[in-house]
T-cell receptor
């Protein structure tokens, strides 16, 4: 079956712009989580969604937001981009993230210039 | 608050020798523990998990991990390392009791297996 699909794979944006990243989870998975991966900070938790509800949010500014749709697809949005937002953004889906491991997508590489 | 520590940035092992990648955690309730691996130019892959039960958990690619509640550790092990095991390994923890609904990852340990 198809894995977790993230689009686009690469993005280059200018400071001050906004960006929307998309994630399609594995069919049947209702839990979607987002992480920011950088060489210096590792994997930082952004959000977790389950059945369209945000269950938790990490320590990121309000410029970072997300949502989940009824088909479990998820988007995250970053407004007023800063240079420090350059990172690999990973989406992970699970049947139930408490009892099962995640399946990660390949990520969206965002570069802010 | 939950946290996870991987005290070694890098582990070097000769092929055929046993390997251990260390992980310690802190949660207020009972832990759910996970190991993931990231190969070069490939996504993060789930290796194994501990939810409850037997303290020794077996996972993919011959890896296993031992849960030690008294030492709050969940070290990843393999009896005989392969060059192809060279990758970045992440330990992760989730608090089962507080309903925090987030999985926290360690900083990662890079494993080098030399032929």
């Amino acid at each position: 079956k198809a894995g977790v699909t993230q689009t686009p794979r690469y993005l280059i944006k200018t400071r001050g712009q906004q960006v929307t990243l998309s994630c399609s989870p594995i069919s049947g998975h209702r839990s979607v989580s987002w992480y920011q991966q950088t060489p210096g900070q590792g994997l930082q938790f952004l959000f977790e969604y389950f059945s369209e509800t945000q269950r938790n949010k990490g320590n990121f500014p309000g410029r970072f937001s997300g949502r989940q749709f009824s088909n479990s697809r998820s988007e995250m949005n970053v407004s007023t981009l800063e240079l420090g937002d350059s990172a690999l953004y990973l989406c992970a889906s699970s049947l139930d993230s408490a009892n099962y491991g995640y399946t990660f997508g390949s990520g969206t590489r965002l570069t802010v210039v | 608050a939950q946290s996870v520590a991987q005290p070694e940035d890098q582990v070097n092992v000769a092929e055929g020798n046993p390997l251990t990648v260390k992980c310690t955690y802190s949660v207020s309730g009972n832990p759910y523990l996970f190991w993931y691996v990231q190969y070069p130019n490939r996504g993060l892959q789930f290796l194994l998990k501990y939810i409850t039960g037997d303290n020794l958990v077996k996972g993919s690619y011959g890896f296993e991990a031992e849960f030690n509640k008294s030492q709050t550790s969940f070290h990843l092990k393999k009896p005989s390392a392969l060059v192809s095991d060279s990758a970045l390994y992440f330990c992760a923890v989730r608090d089962a009791n507080t309903g925090g609904f987030k999985t926290i990852f360690g900083a990662g340990t890079r494993l080098f297996v030399k032929a």
